[in-house]
């Protein structure tokens, strides 16, 4: 089983260039999320689409977009990638009743530069 | 609104010793409660959750936590450390407003435990 699959797992930018983060996963989630996760701060929640067709901000939604395509997959998008978006980006998905756990791919490492 | 707070960014112990890891949660609604470790190199995984019933909850690998309301705390606990719990540990907080519609996980900032021989 693949679970949750993200893609690039390395990406180098420089400042200003935009760039999709993909993500899929194959246990038919209602929920998926993007997470942050920088030293000192643990992981801070971007986006989250609690169902398909639904997207809502999290903790620190600025600068980035969110696409729910389908049930499958949920991206992140950086129009305008700046210097502090470097960083370990999570994609996550549950069931979404709120008591599950959650299921993480296993990260993406985007430098910014 | 839901906020975690873990105090201690970094504790160490030694082999054998007493893990205890705090954690302290702020919500408007009883919440969801969840202890999620992560080894180096990997993404995290699931060690407990509180969700309704028994207040204190055992875990993979020795772990237990116990959700205190009045407290507003859950705190995570291991009797004897071993040097395979090394890793960085994350308290979350899910504040299901509204029953069955998922909602939002939220982290603390982790507690990175170090076990000395």
């Not at chain 1, 180098?12 to 929920?31: E, F, R």
């Not at chain 2, 071993?82 to 982790?110: P, R, T, W």
């Amino acid at each position: 089983n693949a679970g949750v699959t993200q893609t690039p797992k390395f990406q180098v930018l420089k400042t200003g260039q935009s760039m999709t983060l993909q993500c899929a996963q194959d246990m038919n989630h209602n929920s998926m999320y993007w997470y942050r996760q920088d030293p000192g701060m643990g992981l801070r929640l971007i986006y989250y689409s609690a169902s398909e067709g639904t997207t809502d901000k999290g903790e620190v939604p600025n600068g980035y977009n969110v696409s729910r395509l389908n049930k499958r997959e949920f991206s992140l998008r950086l129009e305008s990638a700046a210097p502090s978006q470097t960083s370990v980006y999570f994609c996550a998905s549950s069931q979404g009743t709120g008591r599950e756990k959650l299921f993480f791919g296993s990260g993406t490492q985007l430098s910014v530069l | 609104a839901q906020s975690v707070t873990q105090l201690g960014s970094h504790v160490s112990v030694s082999e054998g010793a007493l893990v205890l890891l705090r954690c302290n949660y702020s919500s408007s609604v009883p919440p969801y409660l969840f202890w999620y470790v992560q080894y180096p190199n990997q993404g995290l995984q699931l060690l407990l959750k509180y969700t309704t019933g028994a207040t204190l909850v055992k875990g993979i690998n020795g772990f237990e936590a116990e959700f205190k309301k009045s407290e507003t705390s859950f705190h995570l606990t291991k009797p004897s450390a071993h040097m395979s719990d090394a890793a960085e540990y994350f308290c979350a907080v899910n504040s299901n407003l509204v029953y069955n519609q998922g909602g939002k996980l939220i982290f603390g900032q982790g507690t990175e435990l170090s076990v000395k021989p």
